[in-house]
């Protein structure tokens, strides 16, 4: 047996000595209706008990534990509304996807989500917070088609290498893990600065997302919407393609493999990924119990119901005894 207060305990304290203390007082002095202050004595006295939460115990459950840190570096170029990842949908979309999968694939791993588009940046520090993640993923967003103005696929270097830096040297004994989302289109006149991350890198992929044929996308606005279509100079739609070359470039700087992402399972991708070690029952320990408020609240129905048939039995008996 253990209590789960539903509200603080200084507040139970107050709300039982008030309604206990009056309850009992009434019942004590009454003459004509001690029934019904009995009544409403016990729901007092139930509701308190209601209040500090009743339970049984429980099993002790422990969290996957995992000696991993995974950082998600996502192409948030305006390519990454482009409909041809699987059916008519954005590139975007397989990148939230992947990212719930890859989560569910590592449980008790610690995530940070990295973004690039002109720019690189942090939009999720590491956490071992699932939900966390899920709204960070939900919540990417391509970038402001209007200040679209050219992008490197690898400006996120000096941002990742300086987190990894720093991650490695708190944690040197969790490993790191990087998964490269992207389409591999460089819109920047430059060429691109290789990945240079020499002993940072344990494990990862680089996830390719598009078409060969390319896809058109909409414009988007620095809100999340979207608006028409993208256009060259010349009125006609604007197409993203896939350019596995410079994704598969990308993978060898970074010493981890390649995969095309279409869809479907993210398992054989994770398979030359060295995600690390999940090891069951290494985590936090969790507490369980079950429940008993209900329980007292049945209690209190029963007896307010009673209470209210007293009561309503003594309304009728005055109404006929009225002239």
Do not use: C
Not at 97 to 111: N, S, T, V, Y
Not at 236 to 244: A, C, H, W
Not at 269 to 286: K, L, Q
Not at 287 to 311: G, H, K, P, Q, R
């Amino acid at each position: 047996m253990s209590w789960h207060p539903v509200i603080p305990w200084p507040l139970i304290i107050v709300v039982g000595l008030l309604l206990v203390g009056f309850t009992g007082w009434r019942l004590a002095v009454e003459s004509r209706h001690r029934v019904r202050w009995g009544l409403r004595l016990a729901t007092s006295l139930t509701m308190v008990v209601a209040l500090l939460g009743p339970a049984v115990n429980g099993a002790i459950a422990r969290q996957a534990a995992s000696d991993v840190n995974v950082f998600f570096v996502v192409d948030t170029t305006t390519s990454a509304m482009a409909r041809d990842y699987g059916e008519g949908r954005t590139r975007l979309d397989g990148y939230r996807e992947d990212i719930a999968k890859i989560q569910e694939e590592m449980p008790g791993a610690r995530f940070s989500i990295i973004t690039f588009d002109f720019a690189a940046r942090v939009v999720m520090p590491l956490t071992t917070d699932t939900q966390a993640l899920k709204t960070a993923t939900d919540n990417l967003r391509a970038e402001d088609s209007q200040y679209s103005g050219g992008s490197s696929v690898t400006v996120a270097q000096d941002r990742l290498k300086k987190t990894l830096e720093g991650t490695k040297e708190r944690q040197p004994e969790r490993s790191r893990i990087v998964f490269y989302l992207g389409d591999g289109e460089q819109t920047s006149s430059d060429q691109p600065a290789p990945f240079d991350l020499p002993d940072l890198i344990d494990g990862g992929a680089v996830l390719g997302y598009g078409s060969a044929q390319g896809g058109q996308m909409a414009t988007t606005n620095a809100d999340g919407s979207t608006g028409d279509d993208v256009t060259d100079s010349a009125g006609k739609p604007g197409v993203s393609t896939i350019d596995e070359k410079r994704l598969e470039e990308i993978a060898k700087q970074l010493d981890v493999p390649y995969t095309h992402r279409t869809g479907g399972d993210i398992g054989p991708a994770m398979e030359d990924a060295d995600p690390g070690t999940t090891v069951a029952g290494a985590g936090a320990s969790i507490e369980t119990y079950t429940s008993l408020v209900w329980i007292a609240a049945l209690v209190m129905a029963a007896l307010l119901l009673a209470d209210l048939f007293l009561v309503t039995r003594e309304i009728g008996r005055l109404r006929r005894v009225e002239p």
